[in-house]
């Protein structure tokens, strides 16, 4: 295995990486304070920023091809832990979740007419999109147990249910969505869902309620509870055809794990450089708090952490490039359930280095421990991502997998 970065690679990474040190990082206080005056808009700082990215040349890099920057999971999970270091910042180079994940559901088995009608604006910026898949009313760890009905009624589908959890739909700009529902409730366990397009001003299509996290209501992004009643959207909004909702799916996660751990890493790598500050500036007990040594423990201990859970990541790229997310899919696991862990104790060290400020809004610490925490749940549960990790080191012995 050789994780060393090509020339290329490095190039983007210093491009990126000036880019955020020079343009985005400087701006988090103007970005905030905007999204606080006004949360229901689109900061005019974060239309700014995307123009001068778009501009840079630093756009879509999360896309392969001559759509995207043509670049591979291992070369482009740098850039997304250099974009962890603020997390919202990822929608300045359009590289943000879920849209990510729609686009690259779009390019993958969308039509033209769908890729011209939807994915064009998603890459232009122009628009935003959330991806309606869990339900409040089932375990939707077990995406089985989906209820939301898309009938099919002539040219046209209908769409029935009740979906949580759908990101961007808060968001100003957020003009359609990609909800997974049950076709055909009688076939195959795995064969029942298909996703279908649904622009979000199609009647019956409504926001119930937004949820917080931890108290944190995460606009201008958000995420909301969202009730689909007799949605009718034409039969050529159906992606892929009838019953490949859990095949789109799981082409839709493996990257999109990836990307989620890395940023998730560039913020573990954030709250230690921020903790480290801390500890250096401040006295107690007449010696710096670096200096006491149970500090001494949890630095080091973080940046080993960090570490592993990095090469685990490039691991993981790394195979998918080479032998396919299927082939890889104990290694997604395995970085899903343990990025999120290492960055919440770094993170939960770097708040108890800053004290009383730590929890308050005056650091990016406490909102960034909220939305980290998000991930445990996100994308598939730690128990879930556990249980293919087991299964699989059963059948190496033998075992039903």
Not at 49 to 54: D, Q, S, T, V, Y
Request: glycine share 8%.
């Amino acid at each position: 295995m050789d994780f060393r970065h090509s020339d290329r690679a490095l190039e983007w990474q210093d491009r990126l990486r000036r880019f955020m040190d020079e343009r985005v990082l400087p701006r988090s206080a103007e970005y905030w304070a905007q999204v606080r005056e006004d949360h229901t808009r689109q900061p005019p700082v974060m239309e700014e920023m995307k123009g001068e990215a778009r501009a840079a040349g630093l756009w879509n890099m999360f896309l392969p091809g001559e759509h995207g920057a043509g670049l591979t999971n291992l070369e482009y999970a740098p850039l997304a832990e250099i974009m962890g270091r603020a997390l919202w910042s990822a929608e300045v180079f359009n590289c943000n979740a879920p849209d990510t994940g729609n686009m690259e559901v779009l390019h993958l088995y969308g039509d033209e007419l769908q890729k011209r009608r939807w994915l064009e604006p998603l890459m232009a910026g122009e628009i935003r999109s959330a991806f309606l898949m869990t339900e409040p009313e089932v375990a939707s760890s077990d995406a089985t147990n989906i209820r939301t009905r898309i009938e099919r009624d002539g040219d046209h589908y209908v769409v029935n249910g009740r979906k949580w959890w759908s990101t961007n739909m808060g968001h100003p700009n957020v003009a359609v969505s990609i909800v997974m529902g049950k076709t055909d409730p009688d076939a195959s366990v795995h064969t029942q869902q298909s996703m279908i397009v649904v622009p979000v001003d199609t009647p019956g299509f409504r926001v119930e309620r937004m949820l917080s996290v931890f108290g944190y209501d995460e606009r201008p992004v958000g995420h909301a509870e969202v009730v689909l009643e007799n949605v009718r959207v034409p039969a050529e909004n159906l992606i892929a055809g009838e019953g490949r909702g859990f095949e789109i799916a799981q082409g839709r996660l493996g990257p999109g794990r990836i990307h989620h751990c890395m940023r998730t890493i560039g913020a573990a790598e954030r709250a230690l450089e921020l903790m480290v500050e801390r500890l250096l500036s401040r006295t107690a007990f007449r010696k710096t708090i670096a200096e006491h040594s149970v500090w001494e423990q949890r630095v080091g201990e973080a940046r080993t952490n960090i570490e592993m859970c990095r090469l685990l990541v490039l691991k993981a790229a790394w195979m998918m490039d080479e032998v396919g997310a299927k082939n890889a899919k104990s290694e997604i696991a395995q970085i899903k359930v343990a990025a999120p862990r290492m960055a919440l104790q770094v993170i939960d060290d770097a708040i108890q280095a800053f004290g009383g400020a730590g929890v308050s809004a005056d650091t990016p610490l406490a909102e960034m421990y909220a939305m980290v925490r998000t991930l445990r749940i996100a994308d598939g549960p730690d128990e879930v991502h556990n249980r293919t990790i087991a299964r699989l080191e059963y059948a190496k012995q033998g075992g039903r997998r």
